[in-house]
């Protein structure tokens, strides 16, 4: 079974985009925007403190005619991150994601964030994983 390890040290771009929660939220969606995400992680030092999400903007921001130039990412971002270590399989990450309807889950050790995992990464990995017990069965019945 991959772990998360496995995924992080896979992934292509390891860069984990970050945003203080003191920062405003037009700072927030500017950075999205330029990083082309739909979700930036909200870190008070090496902390994950929230995350702050285009669905959080939409809800909180644009439907309550609230000010992006005035709101404070703390104000409107998802306080309770769920977080996974790296000895987390992807089957564990998967049904986790499916269970609570989430698209991102920040990797941390010790407090401290150390990488991010996407269901795109996790469904990748779980499709190579796949791949090589089809051949394994593949070259176990052929002999």
């Known amino acids: 079974m991959t ?25 927030a969606i500017s950075l999205m ?3 082309g995400i739909g979700a930036v992680l909200v870190l008070d030092g090496e902390k994950v403190v ?7 903007y939409t809800r909180k921001i644009a439907l309550m ?10 104000e409107i ?3 309770h991150v769920i977080t996974v270590q790296r000895n987390h399989t992807v089957e564990d990450c998967l049904a986790l994601m499916t269970e609570r309807h989430l698209r991102h889950l920040p990797v941390v050790e010790n407090e401290k964030l150390i990488g991010l995992v996407s269901i795109g ?20 019945i052929s002999g």
């Open 3 to 27: 772990t998360v390890a496995q995924v992080l040290q896979a992934k292509a771009d390891q860069e984990t985009i970050s945003i203080d929660p003191q920062a405003t939220v037009l700072e």
């Open 33 to 35: 925007a330029t990083k």
């Open 50 to 56: 929230g995350i702050l999400s285009e669905r959080d």
């Open 65 to 74: 005619q609230r000010s992006s130039e005035q709101t404070l990412v703390s």
């Open 77 to 79: 971002m998802t306080p």
């Open 121 to 140: 990464d996790l469904v990748k990995a779980a499709m190579e994983d796949q791949k090589k017990l089809i051949e394994q069965l593949q070259q176990y």
